[in-house]
Structures are given as structure tokens and as C-alpha cells.
Nanobody, 125 residues
Framework: QVQLVESGGGLVQAGGSLRLSCAAS????????MGWFRQAPGKEREFVAA????????YFADSVKGRFTISRDTAKNTVYLQMNSLKPEDTAVYYC??????????????????WGQGTQVTVSS
């Protein structure tokens, strides 16, 4: 069993930056593919970014390419989402997710086994 705890959300003005963190429990974090998703009010949850188990491959939704980066620190069992040039449309609850096996590209909710509770990001105009 893996537990994921997100932090770092908050209120920021448009054009600002935030860094989200997702701390994972468990000794096998280094073998997990990790992802970030978000859900805005009245909308379905959507893919934001993903990183492979070894950190070599990263993937981003078109809406955040060039503005967001994803990284992982295996020593700290933590994955990060650095969000720059934030826009009001980035306002959402951001969720961290983990997949316990596989080395492919995972962009869909159903491909992940574990989820965090979410952290709110609000971008004011």
C-alpha cells in the first residue's frame, strides 16, 4: 500500500509560480511511475504531467507545456510539480498519482493505482 500526500497549493496571482510536492510512503517509490492530474470546478479530472519510474521521461498536457515541469527525488520519496507563468485557468485541485509497475507512458486516470487527497491551487487574475 502506498500513501501519497500533496502539499504546496495556495493562492497566487496570474504570472506567478508554485511548486507542488507529493510525498510517498513505501520502500518501492523508486519503481513507481508518477503523475499529476487536476480537476477544476464543474469539470472532469484531467492529466497534467507524468514522470517515468527512473525520471528519464516526462510528459505534459499541451495546456501546460513550457510552463510546468515535473521531477522526482528518490531519496526523499517525493515528486514535484513546478508551475510557472500560472494562468487563472490553472485553478483546480491538483492530485498526485502513482503506478506501481510498468515503464510505458501513463496519461490516463485508470492507469494509476494510488491517489493523494489533492491540494487546491487558485490563480487570481
Amino acid at each position: 500500500q502506498v500513501q501519497l500526500v500533496e502539499s504546496g497549493g495556495g493562492l497566487v496571482q496570474a504570472g506567478g509560480s508554485l511548486r507542488l510536492s507529493c510525498a510517498a510512503s513505501g520502500r518501492t517509490f523508486s519503481s513507481y511511475a508518477m503523475g499529476w492530474f487536476r480537476q477544476a470546478p464543474g469539470k472532469e479530472r484531467e492529466f497534467v504531467a507524468a514522470i517515468s519510474w527512473n525520471g528519464y521521461n516526462t510528459y505534459f498536457a499541451d495546456s501546460v507545456k513550457g510552463r510546468f515541469t515535473i521531477s522526482r527525488d528518490t531519496a526523499k520519496n517525493t515528486v514535484y510539480l513546478q508551475m510557472n507563468s500560472l494562468k487563472p485557468e490553472d485553478t483546480a485541485v491538483y492530485y498526485c498519482a502513482a503506478r506501481s509497475y510498468g515503464s510505458s507512458r501513463y496519461l490516463e486516470e485508470y492507469e494509476y493505482d494510488y491517489w493523494g487527497q489533492g491540494t487546491q491551487v487558485t490563480v487570481s487574475s
